[in-house]
């Protein structure tokens, strides 16, 4: 027994414009490269992602504002469609297979963990912080399938369920897609990059706690004492106006930009001197294999997990400790002075290629869509 054609649906909550949503971009597009009929089903169907989605993939817009909502709508797309395998990402709480059970329907339900359920569950405190852990091991426990896009997820999620290690599979995020390329070559109207401006060094991602930027920008205050350079932190929100608080108290107003999301950041990571990771926790950060990919050099967090793997514990880039503002300047400088070569770079950012992960996911997907 084989998938059928309208076998397999990916379930998120929008297209906001985070990495996790980026990925599952690229599966629904290569899947449906591979000849599957992809509904890409969301709880809302929104965000700067969205108009990037492939003519080929389907979009269903569940318009549902919260939890109990999204899982009746869920259940109503389920009893229609009956999918074989429903694809579920960003979805701690499993509403993907309460949906199945309400539905009845005999589709498989795979959860795909793209983050630390430990961090997720940083800060839970009182009552909340006692149940929390309980649900969602049974949350996880009840997924006919897990996927988790490194080995440190995996075995994070392992100790925090108490599933055993060998029932996840682990399958590196289907990142490179051969537009990268090209979208890499677009010109950028700015002046920092113009020819004999100083170095660029770029920050990619959400504004928020979990990338701790502003451990980049005192790094990047420690960088600019020694050498005229630039930074660029790309991305957008909650944390905007703490970031350009502190920006102002170091005296960085002329050389830190905050543009913002951009459509195209592959240009802007082809044209730095070098991609920083300042994280406090990640799964497999998307935007450093990336950065990667336009031969761009790259400096990383030794944070949990993604980086230490991608780069093959320091041998294509720098790690230095979570929060060190210091060593995070000292790693920078280094690779500022001696980057190692791109072309070395970009044939490590190959093996995170959408065609490989494909692959395995078809795997993974044929094998649980398919069992009794």
Request: glycine share 8%; hydrophobic share 45%.
């Amino acid at each position: 027994m084989t998938l059928n054609k309208n076998s397999v649906s990916l379930f998120l909550p929008s297209l906001t414009g985070g990495g996790a949503e980026r990925v599952m971009l690229h599966l629904a597009q290569g899947l449906a490269a591979r000849g599957l009929h992809i509904d890409l089903v969301l709880q809302n169907a929104e965000g700067p992602y969205l108009k990037l989605v492939p003519i080929e993939v389907r979009v269903i817009d569940l318009k549902s504002p919260g939890i109990v909502s999204k899982t009746l709508a869920l259940r109503r797309y389920l009893q229609k469609e009956r999918p074989q395998v429903l694809l579920s990402a960003l979805d701690n709480v499993n509403a993907g297979k309460w949906a199945q059970r309400l539905a009845g329907v005999s589709t498989r339900v795979v959860l795909s963990v793209h983050n630390h359920l430990s961090h997720y569950l940083r800060g839970d405190t009182g009552i909340a912080g006692k149940i929390r852990p309980h649900l969602l091991r049974y949350f996880y426990r009840s997924a006919d399938g897990i996927v988790a896009v490194s080995e440190g997820v995996a075995e994070d999620l392992a100790e925090m369920t108490g599933l055993p290690l060998e029932k996840i599979q682990v399958i590196y995020n289907p990142v490179i897609m051969p537009e990268v390329f090209e979208k890499a070559k677009a010109p950028i109207n700015h002046p920092w990059f113009a020819p004999g401006e100083p170095p660029v060094l770029l920050g990619v991602g959400r504004l928020v706690n979990q990338k701790d930027f502003p451990t980049l920008i005192r790094a990047f205050a420690q960088v600019r004492q020694e050498i005229a350079a630039k930074l660029m932190i790309l991305g957008e929100g909650e944390n905007r106006a703490q970031l350009e608080s502190l920006v102002r108290e170091l005296r960085l107003e002329d050389d830190v930009a905050l543009p913002g999301f951009v459509e195209n950041p592959y240009a802007y990571m082809a044209n730095s001197a070098a991609f920083v990771l300042s994280s406090e926790a990640e799964g497999l950060p998307t935007v450093m294999i990336e950065a990667m990919a336009t031969g761009t050099p790259v400096v990383s967090t030794d944070c949990p997990s993604g980086p230490s793997e991608i780069l093959e514990n320091g041998k294509y880039g720098y790690l230095v400790p979570v929060g060190d503002a210091e060593a995070l300047a000292h790693a920078i400088l280094a690779t500022l002075n001696e980057p190692i070569d791109s072309e070395i770079l970009q044939q490590r950012a190959r093996d995170f290629s959408v065609d490989k992960a494909v692959d395995r996911y078809l795997e993974v997907l044929q094998s649980v869509g398919t069992r009794g």
